[in-house]
């Protein structure tokens, strides 16, 4: 989720503070930082990890294992649901992952 356009209400974009002033800092918060509940109409690192692990382990994999070097570029749900595979994190230690912007990390796969 970005910080401006992360969730869809009513047809329409709108930015974190709108929101935040809609339905209150308690419930964004659970939002952008909960597992399990995915905002309005959107979704949670729950249903992006179903997803991203899933599209990971049958293409991206199967390249690693046969040699292949791999740059992976992509939003942040979708990186901490690939951390959370890779690193074998639990539900409750991938929420209080944070990783800066255009800042590269490296993993040595090994097969």
């Known amino acids: 989720m970005s910080q401006r356009h992360w969730m869809k209400d009513t047809h329409c974009l709108i930015d974190q503070h709108e929101t ?3 339905y209150g ?5 659970d939002w952008r930082r909960s597992y399990d509940i995915p905002p309005l109409n ?10 991203a692990v ?3 382990t049958e293409h991206i994999e199967l390249q690693l294992v046969s040699g292949k070097n791999i ?4 939003h ?3 990186l901490r649901s690939i951390i959370m595979y890779l690193d074998k994190l639990t539900s409750q230690e991938v929420i209080s ?5 255009g800042i590269p990390m490296l993993y040595i796969f090994v097969s």
């Open 20 to 22: 935040t002033d809609k």
């Open 25 to 29: 800092s308690e419930q964004v918060h």
């Open 42 to 51: 959107g979704e949670s690192l729950e249903i992006c990890a179903e997803r």
């Open 54 to 56: 899933a599209y990971f």
């Open 71 to 74: 740059m992976i570029a992509a």
């Open 76 to 78: 942040g749900n979708s």
């Open 97 to 101: 992952l944070e990783f800066a912007t």
